[in-house]
């Protein structure tokens, strides 16, 4: 096993250390920048496996199943985290994951007619805008008032759904022909 997909690997490992400190003592501040570093860390090893298996010619097939799956474990158990703990509403979760599911599903089916489906601009500033949400929410996450952060924390909330319904729609009108391309 090549060390990309070793990084994958280790990314699902720390899931469950993830949930556990998000959800122990969800106002714990100690737990929270446990479960932050965590979340860092992890995210931090999504775009490292990816540099290095391109960079050294090392994508595999397991790669290229794998690391897309790890990342939306780890963002869909922060996201499910986020709504336990009262910090998300379910729309929002459901908005961003079924994105999610809706472009796996895409994908399978270009995937199956020899197409492969290069990632965009949007869905780029999608997974970034998640990730400083996520990471964003996770901090302040003892901060329930109408403070400054509480409320950088809603927009930047806002801003993540937008930019994942208009990487949905990017995503779905730049690839409409697979559908028609179906074998």
């Known amino acids: 096993m090549n060390l990309p997909n070793k990084l994958t690997l280790l990314r699902i490992i720390m899931i469950p250390f993830f949930v556990v400190c998000m959800l122990l003592n969800p ?24 540099k290095i298996a391109r960079k050294y010619n090392l994508i595999t097939d397991f790669g290229k199943f794998m690391d897309p ?39 399978l089916i270009a995937s199956d007619n020899g197409i492969v489906i290069a990632a ?19 901090f302040t996450g003892t ?11 809603q927009v930047m909330i806002y801003v993540s759904v937008v930019l994942t319904v208009v990487s949905l729609i990017d995503y779905l009108w730049k690839n409409r022909g697979v559908l028609k391309e179906q074998k």
């Not at 790890?70 to 985290?81: F, P, Q, R, T």
């Not at 965009?120 to 996770?138: P, R």
């Not at 329930?144 to 409320?151: E, F, P, V």
């Open 69 to 107: 799956l790890a990342d939306k474990l780890l963002v869909c158990s922060a996201l499910i985290c986020l709504l336990s703990v009262g910090q998300l509403s379910a729309w929002v979760v459901i908005v961003i994951i079924s994105r999610e599911f809706i472009i796996s599903g895409f994908r």
């Open 143 to 153: 901060i329930k008032d109408n403070s400054g952060a509480y409320i950088f924390g």
């Open 120 to 138: 965009s601009y949007w869905g780029k500033a999608k997974t970034v805008s998640q990730m400083l949400m996520i990471i964003y929410l996770i």
């Open 27 to 50: 106002d714990s501040f100690s737990m929270r920048i446990a479960a932050d570093i965590i979340f860092i860390a992890a995210s931090f090893t999504d775009m490292l496996d990816g």
